[in-house]
């Protein structure tokens, strides 16, 4: 089953060239389905970027999709064509009174404030608290997932002494979970943070297991049972040359960067890195859509009852 985008969003024609099913929101009116509906509240600056990265690893599931861009009401991006915010994004105001089977809130660069101090904290803030009567289940990746478990939980992020920066192993520590199926028991994953949550911490939180962890950068996935939620702290979705992008930004800019670890080939910038993790993401995007599907009500209006 595709993934309904609309046909002019850049995703759509991205996507189509990869081979992944996508329909425009006409055809899909016209199929006698109920299809899963995942909004993607996107904080990131680069947002079609963004946009292309989680649509294709919720676009690879058998199901129907249907895809929706949010943002904050007040918050301006300017990395952004405003046609492109006003042609496909609607702010967190315009569905605050609709249903969500599941919806992923996406990281910002700004890991170096305090929560507090961010301007659309309040907002954000609503949004969480929103998902409890309005999303079946919701997905916090790297930024946001912190966000959520310091709002529901307050467990704190502490800045790190270096980025953490590269492709580093991480173990399966819950083989039994539903969002787990089909992982190995140990892989690799890319990771970019500033920040991070410890693991003495998360485990003195009530109501929170650790899914994955690694030895080196702590725990990366974490399932709240009682908020219905998943938090992520590094990046599956990341493209092949992501990690790159960000690399050679910074040594253009002339910020101190180390080269990212376990990375490119020999550690030589000047290779081509592998994908090395495009199998695990797909798997958990689609374990977490099955999840969804298996237990959201087919009456949309029953989610949060």
């Not at 912190?146 to 173990?171: E, S, T």
């Not at 910038?269 to 994908?275: C, E, G, Y």
């Amino acid at each position: 089953m595709p993934i309904t985008l609309p046909a002019t969003l850049p995703a759509f024609e991205v996507l189509s060239k990869e081979g992944v099913m996508v329909m425009t929101p006409d055809r899909a009116a016209h199929q006698d389905i109920r299809p899963i509906r995942i909004g993607l509240l996107n904080l990131m600056p680069k947002k079609i970027q963004t946009e292309n990265q989680f649509a294709r690893l919720i676009g690879a599931t058998p199901l129907q999709i249907d895809f929706q861009l949010i943002r904050m009401s007040e918050h301006q991006t300017k990395n952004t064509a405003a046609e492109h915010m006003e042609a496909f994004y609607r702010p967190f105001e315009a569905v605050r009174n609709e249903k969500f089977d599941g919806l992923i809130i996406t990281g910002a660069p700004i890991e170096h404030l305090p929560f507090e101090e961010v301007t659309y904290w309040d907002e954000l803030r609503e949004v969480f608290d929103w998902t409890q009567t309005h999303v079946h289940s919701t997905f916090g990746v790297c930024w946001g997932g912190m966000a959520m478990a310091y709002h529901f939980h307050g467990v704190k992020k502490h800045i790190l002494d270096h980025k953490a920066f590269g492709c580093f192993r991480h173990q399966n520590r819950a083989p039994a979970s539903p969002y787990l199926r089909g992982f190995s028991d140990d892989f690799v994953i890319p990771v970019s943070r500033w920040t991070e949550m410890r693991q003495d911490e998360v485990d003195r939180a009530e109501g929170l297991k650790t899914l994955l962890g690694s030895d080196e950068v702590g725990p990366c996935l974490i399932e709240d049972v009682c908020h219905r939620a998943l938090y992520i702290f590094n990046h599956f979705e990341y493209d092949s040359g992501t990690l790159k992008e960000e690399y050679d930004r910074d040594v253009a800019n002339g910020t101190p960067i180390n080269v990212p670890m376990n990375y490119y080939p020999d550690d030589n910038p000047a290779r081509q890195p592998l994908n090395r993790w495009r199998s695990h993401a797909h798997l958990l995007y689609g374990n977490w859509i099955n999840e969804i599907y298996q237990s959201t009500p087919f009456d949309l209006a029953a989610i949060g009852a």
